[in-house]
């Protein structure tokens, strides 16, 4: 059953390991969308961390007053 998964002896595997054959010292990777769309992610987390926290207060007594309004 190894056998069957083992690389062959021309330094080439094929069949459960299919990845990008990337090395260590290899090229480095294009940045891809996702990668941007994270970047940009944790910098609008890291805005809304960075409030001051009397602006905190007043969006969580305005987010209430809409949650109740809602309710009500």
């Known amino acids: 059953m190894v056998t069957k998964y083992a690389a062959s002896s021309g330094g080439s595997s094929s ?18 969308a996702a990668d941007s769309v994270k970047a940009k992610a ?23 007053y809409l949650a109740f309004w809602w309710l009500g």
Do not use: C, M
């Not at 069949?15 to 891809?32: C, I, Q």
């Open 15 to 32: 069949g459960a390991f299919t990845g990008a054959g990337r090395t260590l010292g290899g090229a480095e990777v294009p940045p891809s």
């Open 42 to 64: 944790n910098d609008a987390a890291s805005n809304i961390t960075n409030l001051d926290p009397q602006v905190k207060v007043l969006l969580g007594f305005f987010f209430a």
